[in-house]
Nanobody
Framework: QVQLVESGGGLVQAGGSLRLSCAAS????????MTWYRQAPGNSRELVAV???????KYEDSVKGRFTISRDDAKNVVYLQMNSLKPEDTAVYSC???????WGQGTQVTVSS
């Protein structure tokens, strides 16, 4: 059974940083494409960052240079380091595996101005 468990969300002031974690079980993150998504109230879900099995990364334009996706193969965890946070980054952040075949429950990120 595949489980993805996000953590690390919270309330932070604009300009601050957070690191989100996605702990995986039942799936090997290094062998799969892992993606962070976010959804703000009233908005559709959007892809934030993806890391593929070969380690390639891609980012949504608005987070380039501020967010970094990475993984710890030994721990089977995917991270999203978020720096220089803006109020518009406020959303529920979720991780997904294998192109959306599996999803975590999400973690709330709130950035105050």
């Amino acid at each position: 059974q595949v489980q993805l468990v996000e953590s690390g969300g919270g309330l932070v002031q604009a300009g601050g940083s957070l690191r989100l974690s996605c702990a995986a079980s039942g799936i090997v993150v290094s062998l799969n494409s892992m993606t962070w998504y976010r959804q703000a109230p009233g908005n559709s879900r959007e892809l934030v960052a993806v890391i593929t099995s070969d380690g390639s990364t891609k980012y949504e334009d608005s987070v380039k240079g501020r967010f970094t996706i990475s993984r710890d193969d030994a721990k089977n965890v995917v991270y999203l380091q978020m720096n220089s946070l803006k109020p518009e980054d406020t959303a529920v952040y979720s991780c997904a595996a294998r192109g959306g075949s599996y999803w975590g429950q999400g973690t709330q990120v709130t950035v105050s101005s």
